[in-house]
T-cell receptor
Framework: EAGVTQFPSHSVIEKGQTVTLRCDPI?????LYWYRRVMGKEIKFLLH????????ESGMPNNRFLAERTGGTYSTLKVQPAELEDSGVYFC?????????????????FGAGTRLSVL | AQSVTQLDSHVSVSEGTPVLLRCNYS??????LFWYVQHPNKGLQLLLK??????LVKGINGFEAEFKKSETSFHLTKPSAHMSDAAEYFC?????????????FGPGTSLSVIP
């Protein structure tokens, strides 16, 4: 079974440009998550999709970030326009089912991440 | 509010000696706890998980962790370090207070293994 795949593995762009990151979750996983790790900081939650719907986007830093999940399959995260502070590693994760309260049925499987460098 | 503290940003051990990576958490609910590992240029890999069953959890590659509620700790251990264990390790707490498993990451501990 293929794992979570992310494209590209590394992207170098100039400030003001647009970049689109893609995540292909494990087949059949309804839940898809985006996280980001800015240099020297902790891995932070960005948002969560259940199928094609945004369940929680409380971690999105500002309106320069737009996430979509067309048809509930792969997801894209677009940064437009990119700023220097957007540099970091963007992780995607997927899981199969929502958890029952108190039981973590919902193990998240992570991709290798996309390293974004904004110059 | 959930939070995770990893007391050491970097740990260095000699090959063949024990590994101890410390993790403390705070949670408003009965938490689920995880350890993930990230090797260079690789994704985050699940090492082990605690989900309110046995407090001593065994994971992959000889790692294990013990959930101690009284100490709010979930330290990761391995009896004998191998060179391939050099990586970054993340302690993660899962919040069951929401309708899904929102996870909070610790800051990470970088493990170096000296030959």
């Amino acid at each position: 079974e293929a794992g979570v795949t992310q494209f590209p593995s590394h992207s170098v762009i100039e400030k003001g440009q647009t970049v689109t990151l893609r995540c292909d979750p494990i087949s059949g996983h309804d839940n898809l998550y985006w996280y980001r790790r800015v240099m020297g900081k902790e891995i932070k939650f960005l948002l969560h999709f259940v199928k094609e719907s945004k369940q929680d986007e409380s971690g999105m830093p500002n309106n320069r970030f737009l996430a979509e999940r067309t048809g509930g399959t792969y997801s894209t995260l677009k940064v437009q326009p990119a700023e220097l502070e957007d540099s970091g590693v963007y992780f995607c994760a997927s899981s199969s089912t929502a958890s029952a309260r108190g039981i973590a049925k919902n193990i998240q499987y992570f991709g290798a991440g996309t390293r974004l460098s904004v110059l | 509010a959930q939070s995770v503290t990893q007391l050491d940003s970097h740990v260095s051990v000699s090959e063949g000696t024990p590994v101890l990576l410390r993790c403390n958490y705070s949670s408003s609910y009965s938490p689920s706890l995880f350890w993930y590992v990230q090797h260079p240029n690789k994704g985050l890999q699940l090492l082990l998980k605690y989900t309110s069953a046995a407090t001593l959890v065994k994971g992959i590659n000889g790692f294990e962790a013990e959930f101690k509620k009284s100490e709010t700790s979930f330290h990761l251990t391995k009896p004998s370090a191998h060179m391939s264990d050099a990586a970054e390790y993340f302690c993660v707490v899962s919040d069951h207070g929401t309708s899904y498993d929102k996870v909070i990451f610790g800051p990470g501990t970088s493990l170096s293994v000296i030959p």
